[in-house]
C-alpha cells in the first residue's frame, strides 16, 4: 500500500508538471483557444496566490472526519464485534457449531451503539423527509441541499460517537488516553493520504484554471 501511494504521488507530480509545460506550449500556439497558460505571470500568481485557498475545500473535511471515523470504528472494537455478530448469524442461517464468543459487556455496547445508530437515523429522516423539512434545499431537494454537504461529517460524527459509546460500554476505553488514542488512530493511519491529498486537489484545481472551468 505504501509502494502504491508512493507512485501515484509521483504520477500526479508528473501530470501536475506536463500540464504545466503543456499549458504554456499549446496557448503559445494556439493563443486563440480558451485556455490560460500557467507559465504566464497571471498563471504563476494564481498558482502561488491562491494554493491555500485551493486546498481549503470541502474535500479537507470530509478526508478529516471520514478517517477520523474509521479510526474509532477499528480501534475501539466496534468493527470486530459487528463482524463477529454478522459471524454468528450467518453460522445461525447455516446450522453451523462456528460461532464466536461475544461477552456481555460487548453485547451491551452493541446494543446502545445500535440505539444511537437508530436515533440518528431517525432525526435525520424527521429533517429530511417530512414537507418543509429544515435540511432540504429551497427548492425541495436533497442534492444540493444542507443534508448532503453535511452528510459525510454528520455520518463520521455519530460513527464516532456509537464506537466511543461502545469503547467504554465494552471496557475497550477505559482511561482519558485510550479514548485519545482512538481518536487519532484514523488519522495516524490518513497522514500517508496527505500527500495524495495536496498533490491531487492542486492539479485538479490547475486543470479548472486552464480550461476555464
Do not use: C
Not at 45 to 54: K, L, T
Not at 82 to 109: C, D, P, Q
Not at 127 to 136: E, G, K, N, Q, V
Not at 153 to 172: C, F, K, Q, R
Amino acid at each position: 500500500m505504501k509502494n502504491k501511494l508512493g507512485y501515484l504521488v509521483l504520477v500526479l507530480l508528473i501530470a501536475q508538471m506536463t500540464l504545466i509545460l503543456l499549458s504554456w506550449l499549446i496557448t503559445a500556439a494556439f493563443p486563440e483557444l480558451p485556455m490560460r497558460s500557467m507559465l504566464s505571470s497571471e498563471g504563476i500568481r494564481w498558482f502561488f496566490g491562491s494554493f491555500v485557498s485551493n486546498q481549503l475545500s470541502p474535500l479537507l473535511i470530509y478526508f478529516i472526519m471520514s478517517v477520523m471515523a474509521a479510526g474509532a470504528f477499528v480501534r475501539s472494537r466496534l468493527y470486530a464485534t459487528l463482524r463477529a455478530m454478522l459471524s454468528n448469524m450467518r453460522h445461525n442461517l447455516t446450522s453451523s457449531s462456528n460461532h464466536f464468543k461475544i461477552l456481555y459487556r460487548e453485547k451491551v455496547g452493541l446494543r446502545i451503539a445500535l440505539v444511537e445508530f437508530v436515533v440518528y437515523v431517525i432525526v435525520m429522516l424527521l429533517l429530511t423527509a417530512i414537507p418543509h423539512a429544515i435540511l432540504l434545499s429551497v427548492t425541495g431537494q436533497l442534492f444540493p441541499s444542507s443534508f448532503s454537504s453535511s452528510f459525510i461529517p454528520s455520518l463520521s460524527l455519530i460513527i464516532i460517537v456509537m464506537s466511543l459509546s461502545y469503547g467504554v460500554a465494552s471496557g475497550t476505553i477505559d482511561s482519558v488516553a485510550k479514548m485519545h488514542k482512538v481518536l487519532v488512530g484514523g488519522l495516524e493511519i490518513g497522514s500517508r493520504l496527505v500527500p495524495t491529498y495536496l498533490i491531487g486537489i492542486q492539479l485538479y484545481m490547475s486543470i479548472k484554471y486552464v480550461f476555464m472551468l
